[in-house]
């Protein structure tokens, strides 16, 4: 059997394809791979003549793809790099009429407890998408103080007891008693006076060093800064995000607010004013039988946008298209 058989099914593939209105003689890039459930999707769809470029910094997860993938011969492009260096990565490609990309942290991290993404079994707490380069997140733990650390649990994790779980990390610490995933998870258990409903008390925390160690939300910022400039006129960015700093960030790049149009102006992209026009309003959320068939999708949601064609690139006015939203298929 495949290693990823047993594996999850890609998050709302027919609502992404849907939104991506893929060309068999079109170019693509998927930005975050994975075990590339998403790309065989596309890759069905392509011709002789279309291309997708799968990029992922998970080495393990880049070999899986490429041998699930190998089927499709030159189609299928797979590059090892994390996605905030779409640019250079994709340096030489031609542009693209599709990017998408799955945001957060994959099936494959999560259920392996030697990656220590899960408070459910024990691994040795290290999280790191590339595991041959960058701190672990117990090097993270040791290396920042206490209030340093309660800023990151806050902001990555919206943790509301955010200092007394670095306080308990930083006294266990002390006494070298984090020795895996498990023991952190009791630890922080411990420090949180009110659970949630539904909710283990250590996921919050996780989430927030998962993101503080592989700086998620720069990368997250700086694919989004790449994407009018590699995508063609017309070409479709198809997000996928799990919470809501990944969603915020998408939805502020889709609007063009100030502070994304002044990184626009500090990189001399040459981009002044909205290159997006929304594909649908607002977000895309999973069916009723994708919850009931995949419980990790229930925080799903898809953001969409195209940039502007040539033609509304040279209209005399500056005023922005109206967003289209295209049917649901029946």
Not at 79 to 97: C, M, N, Q, V, W
Not at 100 to 123: C, N
Request: charged share 25%; with cysteine.
């Amino acid at each position: 059997m495949e290693p990823w058989a047993n594996l999850h099914q890609p998050v709302m593939a027919d609502e992404l394809l849907h939104l991506l209105a893929v060309r068999a003689d079109g170019v693509y890039c998927d930005a975050t791979l994975g075990l590339g459930g998403h790309s065989e999707r596309v890759l069905e769809r392509l011709g002789t003549l279309g291309r997708l470029f799968g990029v992922d910094r998970d080495a393990t997860a880049l070999g899986l793809a490429k041998s699930r993938l190998a089927r499709f011969g030159e189609r299928f492009v797979p590059i090892h790099g994390p996605f905030g260096e779409l640019r250079t990565l994709l340096a030489g490609a031609p542009p693209l009429d599709g990017l998408i990309a799955d945001l957060g942290v994959s099936s494959l991290q999560l259920d392996r407890p030697e990656r220590g993404f899960s408070f459910q079994t024990a691994g040795p707490v290290d999280m790191r998408m590339d595991c041959s380069q960058g701190e672990t997140a117990l090097d993270l733990m040791e290396r920042l103080d206490e209030q340093s650390l309660a800023a990151i649990l806050w902001e990555y994790g919206e943790e509301r007891h955010s200092r007394r779980v670095a306080r308990a990390i930083k006294v266990t610490l002390s006494n070298n008693t984090i020795v895996d995933t498990l023991t952190l998870a009791n630890v922080i258990a411990k420090a949180i006076p009110q659970r949630e409903p539904h909710k283990h008390p250590a996921t919050r925390t996780f989430q927030a060093l998962r993101i503080a160690v592989n700086d998620e939300l720069r990368q997250i910022h700086s694919l989004l800064l790449a994407a009018p400039l590699v995508l063609a006129p017309g070409g479709r960015l198809v997000i996928i995000s799990f919470h809501s700093l990944e969603d915020r960030l998408v939805k502020q790049h889709l609007t063009f607010v100030p502070a994304v149009a002044d990184a626009h102006r500090s990189r001399g992209s040459g981009i002044t004013h909205n290159p997006f026009v929304a594909l649908a309003k607002g977000t895309v959320t999973p069916s009723d039988a994708e919850l009931a068939q995949n419980p990790r999708s229930r925080s799903a949601r898809i953001r969409a946008a195209r940039t502007l064609t040539v033609e509304e690139r040279t209209q005399s006015s500056r005023r922005e298209p109206a967003a289209q939203e295209p049917p649901w298929p029946h």
